[in-house]
């Protein structure tokens, strides 16, 4: 197992990946540094009103004022996510993410110099210049990998986001503890340390080369595609490399300049787009922002202290990167609709188990035994509920969405579904304080409904991606993707093959019947091993068919 992972995995093509991932660090980063330091982010706003004004500012406002300081990171999310797709075909993949690196290093200088500047203002609008940043990088950073990565390598590369991601989260947890810099002076400081990512990015990616397929089948330069693939493969063997792009830009001709209005209305391309947006919907709705978000407050709520909380939280994030890295291995061997199952089922069984533990902590809340072992089961609960979110939601939305689509489709599709990742993160970060107001104990009970739902849509309607070149995916949608037509062909190509094996073993006129059968059209389309599409002119008609005979029966055909 560990083999065929490594197998392809060259010494510059690590270097590229992790030049690339440090985008995905900044997005995990910036996503929860702003929650440790909390209480000092408001006193630092009630000084600078009460200077400003002469009076003290009421705590409702005060609170206002710091949900704006989280929401608005979100709303640039929004903004930068959508744009994702027209950075990416004006100045490629590597091109946005260096550009890029100059929002981030403008955002993170924004945040340093608040409290010097005695601004609340400065943090508002540097917590959205950084949105901005990290909406680019969730689009890029994985349409920059998928095109880089090697097919057998595509899914575990893929799940290096994720991994960045959670490496950003832990870091910013445990940078965030009072001990460190979540303290009055400390907060700016942990807020501008932003700029470390954008930086190192900036010095390590312009030794990397431009995505290869951007350099092909956009560009149209294909001796710059070679060099890039050379220097990536470490190797000169890359025609292989260069027919599958080949034959996805011959797949994809027809819609190779294809805008997001274009995208919605196609109908090909409508079925992939809609599994994309259900993927990030299955990511944000599924409960674990509310977990990032507010974690210390629900350990807290279940009877733990605050400082237990608070290193419970830490626990989160060190869980987090740990099964990330198990996951990573197992994308290419058990495949991203499996996976994505396993994480769903697992998140939807724990999420109720979360609300049990809630439920039973209020009905026995005078029996202290009681109490202490239920809040262990609240813990584990939602450690478990992390460890699935690891496994599946976590990481394959981002990698399958960049899978589903051709060269020219992906930048528009990528926009779409970040645009619409972003937007329910605003979602629940917004309305979860409400929801917890307002449902209590049963607070997870929304989350639960909608992973049973999102589970039940991976099974009917997503594809496995493992292993497959990007035509032979859309050549699944074109064809449709239900499991009746995928198995009439195989049934249908099966008896094809029999008839070909028995050719010269039956008598001549039943052998003539069934050459005649064979080139009937079917009536649905068929997608073989290949990926191909099985077309066939229908035969005039003889005038004088051969007698009906009954049908004959092949062993092991099931015909």
């Not at 930086?199 to 431009?210: A, D, K, S």
């Not at 409904?449 to 859309?474: G, H, Q, R, S």
Request: aromatic share 10%; charged share 15%; net charge negative.
């Amino acid at each position: 197992m560990a083999y065929e992972f490594f197998k392809g995995l060259t010494l510059f093509l690590s270097y590229a990946i992790l030049a690339a991932v440090l985008g995905m660090l900044q997005f995990g980063y910036n996503t929860g540094v702003i929650n440790a330091p909390e209480v000092n982010i408001e006193n630092f706003m009630k000084d600078v009103y009460k200077d400003r004004y002469g009076e003290d500012i009421s705590d409702d406002s005060v609170k206002t004022l710091y949900s704006v300081a989280v929401s608005i990171f979100a709303i640039g999310g929004m903004v930068g996510g959508f744009s994702g797709g027209a950075i990416a075909n004006r100045f490629g993949r590597k091109g946005g993410l260096l550009l890029n690196n100059v929002l981030g290093i403008v955002g993170a200088c924004l945040m340093g110099f608040t409290k010097l500047a005695e601004s609340y203002e400065m943090l508002f609008f540097g917590r959205f210049i950084i949105g901005v940043n990290c909406g680019l990088n969730t689009s890029l950073v994985p349409m920059y990998i998928s095109e880089i990565a090697p097919l057998n390598l595509r899914g575990g590369l893929g799940t290096v986001n994720q991994l960045a991601v959670t490496v950003g989260l832990l870091v910013s947890q445990v940078l965030g503890i009072e001990q460190i810099l979540g303290t009055n002076e400390g907060w700016p400081v942990l807020l501008g340390l932003a700029i470390c990512p954008a930086i190192l990015q900036l010095l390590l990616l312009p030794v990397c080369p431009e995505s290869p397929r951007y350099l092909l089948i956009t560009k149209q330069w294909e001796e710059e595609a070679r060099k890039a693939l050379r220097r990536l493969r470490a190797s000169n063997q890359v025609e292989e490399d260069i027919e599958e792009m080949r034959a996805e830009e011959r797949a994809q001709q027809a819609e190779s300049t294809i805008s997001m209005t274009e995208l919605i209305c196609s109908p090909t391309l409508r079925a992939p787009l809609v599994i994309g947006v259900v993927m990030q919907l299955s990511q944000q709705l599924s409960g674990i922002n509310a977990v990032f978000y507010y974690s210390t407050n629900l350990f807290t709520s279940s009877g733990l202290t605050d400082e237990s909380a608070k290193f419970a939280t830490i626990g989160i994030g060190a869980i987090m990167v740990c099964m990330t890295l198990v996951s990573i291995p197992l994308m290419d061997r058990t495949g991203r609709r499996t996976l994505h199952l396993y994480g769903l089922g697992g998140m939807f069984i724990f999420s109720i188990f979360i609300t049990i533990s809630f439920l039973i902590k209020e009905f026995f809340g005078y029996v202290q035994e009681m109490i202490d072992w239920m809040s262990y089961i609240s813990v584990v609960s939602t450690l478990c509920f992390v460890v699935f979110f690891a496994v599946g939601p976590g990481s394959i939305p981002w990698m399958i969405t960049a899978e589903l689509f051709s060269q020219g489709p992906r930048p528009a599709a990528m926009s779409i579904a970040v645009l619409v990742n972003w937007l329910a993160n605003f979602l629940v970060g917004i309305g979860f304080p409400s929801m917890k107001s307002s449902l209590e104990n049963y607070t997870f009970l929304p989350f639960s409904a909608f992973l049973a739902i999102f589970w039940i849509f991976t099974y009917k309607k997503v594809p496995e991606t493992k292993n497959k070149t990007f035509e032979e995916i859309l050549a699944l949608f074109r064809h449709g993707n239900d499991r009746s037509s995928l198995r009439d062909s195989r049934l249908y190509g099966s008896m094809l093959n029999c008839v070909n094996a028995l050719e010269g073993h039956i008598p001549p006129a039943e052998s003539a019947a069934l050459m005649v059968a064979e080139e009937k059209p079917h009536p649905d389309s068929f997608v073989f091993a290949a990926g191909s599409e099985r077309s066939s002119v229908a035969p005039a008609q003889p005038e004088r068919p051969p007698p009906p005979l009954p049908p004959p029966r092949f062993p092991n055909s099931g015909v």
